[in-house]
């Protein structure tokens, strides 16, 4: 202790020495350390205590002001007041609040919405046994949505099967680019091309616009076999949040006639799917946020905003865009994968999608990834059976496949 006490001291008085700007260096530099750690430990605390708001703070963020105002505005007075925006957002509301009226109108709302990035233009870079053709129109029109990326081996001799990735984003943001890098992992096996599908937005247009695109994206796939190798009979489709969704919707409506629309030169070819991947997509939107546990039991703007207003009064438009409610015995294999802690959609989503297939005889396999989020998995495990899972029901290899919990962090 003496020893200790000792080596104290002469810190202390070593601190102290040296000319007064020098030690007000020194004081000034040990100060900044702890008001960045006190800032950091109250900044952790800060999304511990908000993680539950925090989705419907991003959503809002995603629309435009005036919609922002449409939505919130809940005495119909034309402006915000700080009760009627999200927790999160009322620690922003008086730098918000520019003329500190103690309200939010529509000029001021615009800082709400983040930058969002342009439209993903470049071309990603892909391994060199990988040729692509960018932005193919598939619904005969001049939409930039309405376009496909297509990836081919550069050399092949059959017929080869497609997998079709379909991006997330809310329904209102991602693009077609965002996956070509996922895609073309499968594509440089030389087994297999691939496709990634663009789609009208909801901020274009409500749904059942999304589902008509990808129904014309299969249309195109089909109608173009023969030009670009490829086997009509061997689709398989994969995606991620709004784009597992949409996949999961392909799998569950192949035999329906309701949601083809009328879009592109192929419409004598039909929509239907030989597998389905399905990563953590809404499957029920007339109860998503809404089951008790599931989120925090308000409406979501997003899916009000796909179905082109509330979900309660816009019920039969919630069922048209729920998986589970075309689901029958003529559905192609599902694989599911959803994290336990998943902030944005409810992991219950998954198990009632899963469950309602199998009540069908329909084959699928859950996937839960324990401790996992809205996305970003950690355990290559789960690449292994998305692979494993194409393999068997595009390739005709032979797998296995049952419900399965792994852990996010191998």
Known sequence: MPLSGGRQLCKTWHFWQGSWSERVSRCSWRFSRLIGIL????????????????????????????????RLDRDGDGRLSRDEIPPLLRQRFERLDRNSDGFLDVAELGAIRPAIPPRMDSTPALAPNIEAIWDIPYADSDEPRQRLDLLLPRERKNKLP??????????????????????????????????SVGYRLSNQAAWPAQIHDCKAA????????DK????????????????????????????LSDLEG???????QKTTVQCVVDFFGPSDLRVVWEDPGESAGRPSVLVERLLGGPVKERLEVARSASPVAFVSANDPPFLIVHGTVDPTVPYRQSVRLRDRL??????????????????????P????????????????????FSDLTVPNNP
């Not at 997998?163 to 070509?180: F, L, Q, Y």
């Open 218 to 225: 299969i249309r195109w796939i089909r109608g173009n076999a």
């Open 39 to 70: 800032g950091f430990s109250f900044l952790i605390f800060t999304l511990w205590a908000g993680l539950p708001t925090m989705a419907q703070s991003a959503q809002v963020g995603l629309l435009e002001p005036k919609a922002i105002l449409e």
């Open 358 to 379: 199998r009540e069908a005889g329909v084959p699928v396999a859950l996937i839960t990834v324990e401790g996992g989020g809205h996305g970003a998995f950690r355990n």
């Open 262 to 268: 009328e879009l592109g030169a192929y419409r004598d």
């Open 162 to 195: 497609v997998i079709v990735a379909i991006h997330g984003g809310g329904w209102i943001g991602g693009d077609k680019r965002a996956v070509v890098g996922r895609l073309a992992n499968f594509v440089a096996t030389g087994q297999y091309a691939g496709a």
């Open 228 to 255: 670009y190798g490829l086997d009509p009979e061997r689709i398989g489709v994969i995606g991620w949040s709004a784009g597992g969704h949409l996949a999961a919707i392909l799998g569950t409506t192949g035999d």
């Open 381 to 400: 495990k789960i690449d292994e059976l998305v692979s494993q899972f194409f393999a068997t029901h595009l390739l005709g290899e032979k797998h296995e």
